[in-house]
C-alpha cells in the first residue's frame, strides 16, 4: 500500500469531524472519496497531510508512519496536493510557480519541462502570470505543480469544480496518465459518477464515518447501491 490511513479520529477545537476513519490505498491506483457535504472529505485530506492533525490513530506513507510529521516533510516524502482553490502564487508566473515547487522536493523525477507536457497548452502559459489565467489553466498549472514534487501519492480535492466539461475530461485524463506513471491518487468528489470514472476502488463518507468501502465498479454499475449510499442515481 502506498498509504493507509488507520482509524483516525480528527477534530477541530473540540468538535469531532472525522471518527475511526481508514483507508489504504494501494501503489498506482486511483481511489475515490465520496460522500456529501460536510460529510468529511476535506477533513481527511488535511488529516493525511498533517494540516489538522488527527487525534488518535495513524496515517502510514509508503509503509512509514507520517502522522505527527510537519507538513512539509510528508509532501516532502512525496505526496502531491492539488487543492479546491489551487493555491498558485497569483502574481509570479506559471515557470516561477513550478520552480518553487521543484526547489522544495526532494526526489526529481518530473522535471519542470516533462511536468509541463503532461498537458500541451501548459507550455504556451509558461510566462503568463498565474493570476491572468482561466480556471481551467490553473488546475492545469496546480497539476504539473503537484507533478514537479514527484509524488507517489497526488490528493485531489474536487477537481472537478467549477471547471467545464471538456477541462474536467482532460483532468481525468490526466489522473490516469499518472496511473501509468506509477502515481496514485486520491480523488474527493461530491460529483460521485466524475471521479468512479476513473478510480479502482472507493469509500463513502458520511458524517465523519466511512460507512462503505470498495471495489468503483461495483458502485459504477450498481445503481441501488449508489443511490442507498450517496442520493444519487
Ligand atoms: P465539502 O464538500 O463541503 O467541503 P467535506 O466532506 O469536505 O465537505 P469537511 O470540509 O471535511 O467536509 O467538513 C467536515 C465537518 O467539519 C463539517 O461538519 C464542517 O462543518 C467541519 N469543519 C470543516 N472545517 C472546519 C473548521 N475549520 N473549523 C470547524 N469545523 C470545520
Same mark, same amino acid.
Given at each position: 500500500m502506498i498509504l493507509e490511513v488507520d482509524a483516525i479520529d480528527t477534530y477541530y477545537g473540540e468538535t469531532q469531524a472525522l471518527f475511526g476513519a481508514s483507508l489504504a490505498i494501494a501503489h498506482a491506483k486511483v481511489f475515490a472519496l465520496l460522500g456529501p457535504n460536510g460529510a468529511g472529505k476535506t477533513t481527511m485530506l488535511r488529516s493525511i497531510l498533517g494540516l489538522t492533525r488527527p487525534r488518535r490513530g495513524a496515517v502510514r506513507f509508503d509503509g512509514r508512519?507520517?502522522?505527527?510529521?510537519p507538513t512539509h516533510e510528508i509532501a516532502r516524502a512525496g505526496i502531491g496536493w492539488v487543492p479546491d482553490d489551487r493555491r498558485?502564487? %497569483?502574481?509570479?508566473s506559471v515557470a516561477r510557480n513550478l520552480a518553487i515547487a521543484q526547489k522544495r522536493?526532494?526526489?526529481?523525477?518530473?522535471?519542470v519541462k516533462e511536468a509541463s507536457e503532461i498537458f500541451s497548452p501548459l507550455a504556451y502559459l509558461?510566462?503568463?502570470?498565474?493570476?491572468?489565467?482561466s480556471g481551467g489553466e490553473m488546475q492545469m498549472v496546480a497539476i504539473a505543480r503537484a507533478l514537479v514534487g514527484s509524488p507517489g501519492l497526488v490528493l485531489f480535492d474536487e %477537481?472537478?469544480?467549477?471547471?467545464a466539461p471538456k477541462i474536467v475530461g482532460d483532468v481525468l485524463a490526466t489522473i490516469t496518465r499518472m496511473k501509468q506513471e506509477g502515481i496514485a491518487s486520491l480523488v474527493v468528489e461530491q460529483n460521485a459518477e466524475i471521479a468512479l470514472s476513473v478510480a479502482d476502488h472507493a469509500a463513502v463518507l458520511d458524517r465523519g464515518r466511512i460507512v462503505w468501502t470498495g471495489e468503483a465498479a461495483a458502485l459504477r454499475e450498481d445503481r441501488g447501491l449508489r443511490q442507498r449510499l450517496l442520493g444519487v442515481h
Open positions: 508512519e507520517v502522522t505527527r510529521e498558485l502564487c %497569483p502574481t509570479l522536493t526532494r526526489f526529481r523525477r518530473w522535471t509558461m510566462e503568463r502570470d498565474c493570476e491572468n489565467l %477537481p472537478s469544480q467549477g471547471l
